[in-house]
């Protein structure tokens, strides 16, 4: 039998002798991920595999009628972690929609652009709307003390901590 590499963990392993055309070792986890990225792409590429799926959750659903309810009040903490998740893929989601919108407005007669910082702007590759120079900081702004003395009482304009 010939020694293959398995592409999930990269190890070294020998294909079964009823399966010689076995290309990922035993190991559970690498067979779980062979598993899952072979109904992906069977989903991606059957239509009537995919309508299948459908129809057999629609089945499940109408056999067990109010699981999730039940579910959902067994178990706050995964509401909430859902509804936390659930959160971040609706802001991931405004960001591709507002970094793809070519269309959106005709900023090229103004001055300004926007420059966003923060934990989303990575998402923001694609916006070509126009370049930047006002600057939108996400999180709070923390105020200075009302103790310092204000600009015009220090000569250089820049508060005493500063000068």
Known sequence: MSERRCPYCNQ???PSRGHPEQA???ERVCQQRRRSESRRQ???TDPE???VCRDSARKWRADHPGYWQQYRAAKPESV???RAQQQQRDQRQRLL????NHSALDLKRSAAGVWLLGPGAENLANNNLASAQVFIVQGSIRKPP????SC???PSGLPAALA
């Open 12 to 14: 070294k392993f020998e």
């Open 24 to 26: 990922v070792c035993s």
């Open 42 to 44: 069977k989903l991606a």
């Open 49 to 51: 595999y995919r309508q």
């Open 80 to 82: 909430e972690r859902n």
């Open 97 to 100: 929609d507002l970094a793809n």
């Open 146 to 149: 009302a103790s310092e003395a």
């Open 152 to 154: 015009k009482q220090h």
